[in-house]
């Protein structure tokens, strides 16, 4: 994956529609989901229907009554399809209606609305690990999501304190980075942000060729133990021939036949400088058996003659 396509991959944690897109309702984002869904609604004509400030006409009034429904039933889809997994499961309790959802929500998840929620919410922010997510920048997300959440209070969590808690909570491969960085002076959260989510992306663009590089090293060295391997086994088969003089008929002194010698002759002369050494037992002369040897030969030839 390429470091454009890695950082413009597909965030899930948005809702989106022909109106426009929000923020996925959660414990941590109440505030951004309410903002954004607002408008969503505002678009559909929904959002005073939603808010409880206009209620179903007469039954009387058929069409005002059938425009209501329509533009009730788009507030129930957007506030319902714009929740997280826990909120939905929440909203099963809860009656089909606009206002009754919008109502518990903000009930149940503006946490912040009260001094308990906040110190809650610090306490979760100081508490979780990077482990704890599928990637560096899920984790980055989530420690967002809280700084996000109290910005507007009494408790919010400043830059230092962010900077701080991110840097100090990243794996091991990261020190360099985070080193570098905070020899920089006046660097954003943002700025942070970006050179971490930058480097996370190297990191995976890298992994595979490491492996590559691993699988081809680990072919190489098998390959090179294999042909070390039948050079020394060869070559504990030459040692032990010699140890057998004449060993057989049509063998050599080495104990192998002409042939090996004669198609060995040719590389790097060793069998030349091994032929060199051999004398005869027949005539005593050097460089040939005495199967080999030529006054046998013809000793042989003259005694058959006779």
Wanted: aromatic share 8%; glycine share 6%.
């Amino acid at each position: 994956m390429s470091l454009s396509k890695f950082l413009e991959a597909k965030d899930d944690s948005v809702y989106r529609c022909k109106y426009g897109e929000a923020t996925r309702l959660s414990q941590l984002t109440y505030p951004q989901w309410s903002q954004d869904l607002q408008y969503l609604l505002q678009g559909a004509g929904a959002l005073e229907i939603a808010l409880g400030h206009e209620v179903a006409p007469p039954a009387n009034q058929h069409a005002r009554l059938l425009d209501f429904n329509r533009r009730e039933s788009l507030a129930v889809t957007f506030i319902y399809n714009s929740c997280g997994p826990e909120a939905k499961v929440f909203l099963r309790r809860i009656p089909r209606s606009p206002a009754a959802m919008w109502t518990a929500l903000a009930a149940e998840f503006d946490t912040a609305a009260s001094r308990a929620g906040r110190e809650g919410l610090i306490r979760e922010f100081n508490r979780i690990k990077c482990s704890d997510y599928s990637s560096v920048s899920a984790y980055i997300t989530a420690l967002m999501d809280f700084k996000d959440v109290l910005a507007s209070t009494d408790q919010a969590i400043t830059d230092p304190t962010f900077i701080s808690r991110l840097t100090s909570s990243l794996p091991d491969p990261y020190d360099t980075t985070v080193q570098l960085l905070h020899q920089q002076a006046n660097l954003s959260v943002t700025d942070y942000i970006t050179s971490i989510r930058q480097y996370e992306a190297t990191l995976r663009i890298k992994a595979p060729e490491a492996s590559t590089s691993n699988v081809t090293a680990t072919s190489g060295s098998a390959l090179y133990s294999r042909v070390s391997s039948t050079h020394s086994s060869n070559s504990g088969l030459r040692g032990k021939g010699h140890s057998f003089r004449g060993c057989g008929r049509g063998r050599d002194r080495g104990g192998y036949r002409n042939s090996w010698s004669r198609s060995n002759s040719s590389v790097g002369g060793r069998a030349d400088d091994r032929s060199s050494s051999v004398t005869c037992w027949h005539c005593g002369r050097h460089g040939h058996t005495r199967r080999d040897c030529n006054s046998r030969q013809r000793g042989r030839q003259a005694m058959d003659s006779h």
